[in-house]
């Protein structure tokens, strides 16, 4: 087996949290297949609700498989699919750009707020969690900073290598084939690069584990059901929750480029990130931020890289999905917001300050909203990630031989 198990929900309460997920996502599907419409924010509502009950039901299912399945490779591609959901949305909105260009804007929305959620909010909240633990639950660890072990140097290296080359999209104005293939390409490689390699076992709890718990037959059985309903809940909530997500912009008098941004990733993030915490609060805060960190390297090199494929088989230029200025900024923004993250942990350690430096400047954002600002933060992330690795340029050596 490659998980430790902890069997803290009895059989009856995992099916019944299983059958709220399905009764949740229900009305969904029910609507879309009668083919019944929904004023918008009543459909961001529903169909909404569903994508969040598929990223429960995979979150179930992917943690559960682990335990046939063990590896830093087998963990990364199912880390992959619990995020298909974000995955989903953002390629509807690519694919939509190929023939309606209205959409082109939101594709690159959902992208950058997916990923700035990820440093902005999900590191440090799982930097108090761990310090919360330490401190009033007597769990072992820091009692100021998250350390990760030296094997999470792959993820942080190719996170910078896919950083870099990030830097150059700006410039271009817009998501090239090219791009898919580089950036296509770095996944790929991360994940020839951990084929075959170790990964500590993991404790599983809740849901997963009393499926774990299960005959072979009946959890693989019981995993591959999670997997297909997930699969077609997304299928089926996809298109009606964005549309829905522009729309209802549109009804409540909200920049709907801001709803798509953060309203959609705040929805498939969630579980992932309440995943991460819990692993902080039982002294696991280094797989905890395994989980972010192999969420955020799949979200800044493979789903940027689905975009132009998508724009292209919607109808789209081959050329690429191309970038007006607010896409532009939010690019940039969110490639210096990265390029610091990747210098925070060239340590191996995410601190206090470091954690509240993250937060506090992704907090600045909607203090100050205006599309000139988002280059000054973004100058502002540069700066202080060039002074930290400068700081600590002992550690670069280290990182590089990740490769």
Known sequence: MGAEIETTVTGRGAGARIALAVAVAAPAVIMRLAGVELAPVAAVAVFGGAVLASVALLM??????????????ALAIL??????????????????????????AYATANMTGANRLLIGVAWPLLVVFAIVAVR????????????????????????????????????????????????GGLFAAYLWRIRGKGEAEEELAGVAATIAVQPTTRRRGLVAALFVAAGMIILVATEPFGDALVGAGAD??????????????????????IVAITFALRGRADDGMGALLAAKLNQWTLLIACLPVAYYLGGGEFAGLPLDARQTAELVLTTAQTLL???????????????????????????????????????????????????????????????
């Open 60 to 73: 179930w299912a992917s943690e559960a498989a682990r335990v046939d399945i063990s590896g830093s490779l």
């Open 79 to 104: 880390a992959l699919m619990a995020i298909l959901p974000e995955y989903a949305v953002d390629i509807f909105f690519a694919y939509t750009a190929g023939h309606d260009p209205a959409y082109a």
């Open 136 to 183: 009033r639950r007597g769990v072992r660890g820091e009692r100021n900073a998250v350390t990760l072990q030296a094997h999470r140097r792959t993820e942080i290296v190719f996170l910078a290598v896919s950083t870099i080359y990030a830097l150059v999209l700006p410039l271009t104005g817009r998501l090239a084939w090219y791009d898919a293939l580089v950036l």
């Open 252 to 273: 409540l008098g909200i920049d709907e480029f801001l709803l798509v941004q953060w309203l959609a990733p705040i929805a498939s993030e969630a579980p992932e990130v």
């Open 341 to 403: 993250g990747v210098a925070v942990l060239t340590d191996l350690r995410l601190i206090r300050g470091e954690a509240a430096l993250l937060f506090g400047l992704f907090a600045v954002q909607f203090v100050l909203p205006a599309p000139n600002i988002r280059y000054v933060i973004a100058v502002a992330y540069t700066v202080l990630a060039i002074v930290l690795l400068i700081r600590q340029r002992r550690h670069v050596p280290e990182l590089i031989k990740s490769l």
